[in-house]
């Protein structure tokens, strides 16, 4: 570990993963300790154009008695390098050795009994996926999706029929860039110099967003079918959404409000399909990034996620939750001691009859 571009008491270590067509290809690990040693830990991925800045979500969980840790992944952030095309992938699995070394490092080498995931947007994606694949093994005892990547926000027949035709011709550039809308206003509704209160490097969240290829598009797409045809996470999860989508193209108020990046129904219509133990939990006045929302929305986002971590993942160590005992277990517990009682007082009763006996 090394001290992080934040400062202390943040540090970051570098994961080395080998070499793609681009060349040389690292993530990157940040760390931020309790004030106390901790046997939890909440591991944080970010989404597309997009890293770790969100210092206060670290606040929120060290103050609470976890250490916190944040994954800036290949080609993102602190993570991407100058022959790089940033945020580029031809799968979501890809991201799956950085994952699984975060884990591992959190785990094995920093000692840690409890694990959450946090993750937003395409994070929520990447990590559901990585969730499922690793089921049974141990890894994940949460999983946090804030405003989840699980389908494209434009009508039907531009995301399925017209998106594939596109794909197939140009399924041989995945390099090729694909002129779409960007992502500014969303963009301006957060910087500080513009319409928001954050401060971040522009240079790895620029306002318009990184370039979008078909590379990336083709696996964010076979992500999504997917997760849609549904999951198996041995997790409980806690999905999290606005109540509501931006629907403009200019400037509006209602940006600092709403979800200007992703249709929010989508989030909750395929929510379900995750696994056996799902929340879904949803926000008015949310924006995208639902940690970045107004003051008192966003207060209200930690305190969901505090009742829903006490109540899903308790510390280890807690008593377990009493359970009342079941009606026909009473039944049988009766039985048993009605059995009982009468050979108690058949044994009395022979007692007796043989001192009668003795006495004659």
Known sequence: METDVLGPPYERHTI??????????????????????????VLHVHGF?????????????????????????????????????????????????????AARIIRQDDGHDQLLVGAHSTGGLITSLWAHSRQGRGLVDGLFLNSPFFDFNMPWLMRRPLMSAVLAVT?????????????????????????????????????????????WLD???????????????????????????FRG?????????????????????????LGPRVTIARFDGGMHDLTLSGKEVRAEVFRELARWVDAFLPAPGSPEVPVPTAPEDRAEVTTALEAAEAAVETGAADKADDRSSTTA
């Open 249 to 273: 193209r200019a400037w509006h108020e209602d940006v600092r409000i709403t979800d200007a990046v992703l249709d929010v129904d989508h989030i909750v219509r395929w929510a379900p399909g």
């Open 171 to 215: 399924g041989r550039s995945p390099y090729r860039r694909m002129p779409v809308s960007s992502l500014g206003l969303y963009g301006k509704s957060l910087h500080h110099e513009h319409d928001g209160e954050w401060t971040y490097d522009l240079a790895w969240k620029p306002i318009q967003g990184f370039p979008v290829t078909m590379g």
């Open 16 to 41: 080395e993963l080998g070499n793609d067509d681009e060349g040389p290809v690292v993530a990157t690990l940040v760390r931020r300790r309790a004030a106390t040693p901790a046997r939890r830990a």
């Open 49 to 101: 154009v997009d890293y770790f800045f969100q210092t206060h979500m670290a606040d929120f969980f060290v103050e609470r008695g976890w250490d916190f840790y944040a994954l800036d992944l290949r080609k993102y952030g602190r993570s991407l390098l100058p022959h790089q095309t940033p945020n580029f992938a031809r799968s979501m699995s890809d991201y799956f050795p950085e994952l699984d070394e």
């Open 219 to 245: 696996a964010i797409r076979n992500g999504q079918r997917r997760l849609r045809a549904g999951l198996s996470i041995d997790a409980p999860i806690l999905v999290a959404a606005s109540t509501r989508t």
